[in-house]
């Protein structure tokens, strides 16, 4: 099969019969052998009736629905499981991606040898209170990973299909799947310029707040990579240094004391500061030990509840 498409569907009614038929019309003119993995993130409204239809018409398409909203990490975590294209393109449901872009999209990575094509939104359709924040982002991801992307957060992205079975996608960690990918091994990655359209139907699902959370993910994907089989080198380092300077600040006063006695050690806020650091390293120290008998018996997996498979 060349192509799998996932599609994360919140509350998108107004949206999805144009969506499909113009799927269907891409592939078709393009001679695509495809499949369409659908995963409704617990909609409210009449989405998963629209896409039950759909499955109906075409045996091309398929679907998940979650029993709740668990986010879209999970449901492109979810929908990769179930792919088995050799190309996999994910694109949001609101119409501002254009499957037009698919046929470029799937050259890029299985013609041109690319592990993940990210489209790059150059021209958006946003008011400039969202396209400066993410130019903010951007950049800032930019510098910190080293991957160099304009458009980190776009949901219309090309991969390998290895790609998609060798990353564990989560909390809202579907921003950062190039930077996962590249610390699983995947290094030829690169973006494309496509479209950006104006929201046809309703409004966006997300608000100012991803700015923040988005940072704070990057910081916890940056740990996962670097520390997540091997916590004790960054607590017990860390709790080691600390733990030298309250050291080293204590042997001075004691020092002092012996030769001077001219004050008492608990007079002096730097006796409080050298206690405190002992201690604190002591702390990092044991988490770092206690992260490191966890991340070596632990087998938890994120586990979503699908009610119903189509």
Same mark, same amino acid.
């Given at each position: ?10 509350? %998108? ?10 799927? %269907?019309?891409?592939?078709? %003119? ?8 659908? =995963? ?17 018409? #075409? ?9 709740? #909203? ?5 449901? !492109? ?10 190309? =996999? ?74 790609? =998609?079975?060798?990353?564990? =996608? ?9 930077? !996962?990918?590249? #610390? ?65 600040? !204590? ?60």
């Amino acid at each position: 099969m060349n192509i799998s498409v996932v599609v994360s569907i919140y509350n %998108e009614e107004e949206s999805l019969p144009e969506l499909f038929s113009w799927i %269907e019309k891409v592939m078709t %003119e393009n001679k695509f052998s495809y499949e369409v993995v659908l =995963v409704d993130d617990g909609s409210s409204d009449r989405s998963w009736s629209i896409i039950e239809d759909q499955v109906k018409i #075409n045996p091309c398409f398929k679907a998940l629905k979650f029993r709740r #909203n668990y986010g879209k990490s999970a449901a !492109l975590f979810t929908g990769f499981e179930a792919t088995q294209g050799d190309v =996999v393109i994910t694109m949001d449901a609101d119409l501002q991606d254009s499957p037009d872009e698919i046929p470029e999209l799937y050259k890029m990575v299985a013609m041109d040898g690319f592990d993940i094509v990210s489209g790059w939104k150059k021209l958006r359709h946003d008011p400039i209170s969202k396209t400066l924040p993410s130019k903010l982002y951007n950049w800032t991801v930019r510098k910190i990973t080293g991957i160099k992307l304009h458009d980190m957060n776009c949901g219309l992205k090309a991969y390998r299909s290895a790609v =998609v079975k060798s990353v564990e =996608v989560y909390g809202d960690m579907h921003r950062y799947i190039p930077v !996962l990918a590249k #610390n699983a091994g995947f290094k030829k990655i690169t973006e494309k310029i496509v479209e950006h359209r104006a929201r046809k139907f309703g409004k966006s699902k997300f608000g100012a707040s991803r700015l923040v959370t988005g940072m704070l993910d990057l910081l916890s994907v940056l740990f996962i990579s670097k520390f997540s089989k091997k916590p004790m080198h960054l607590f017990g380092f860390l709790g080691l240094i600390t733990f030298f300077i309250g050291f080293v600040i !204590l042997a001075y006063l004691s020092y002092d004391k012996m030769f001077n006695m001219q004050y008492k050690m608990t007079e002096r806020p730097l006796f409080f500061l050298g206690l405190l650091s002992i201690i604190f390293g002591s702390q990092m120290f044991l988490t770092g030990f206690v992260a490191e008998l966890i991340s070596r018996s632990s087998s938890e997996r994120n586990t979503y509840i699908v009610e119903k498979r189509i």
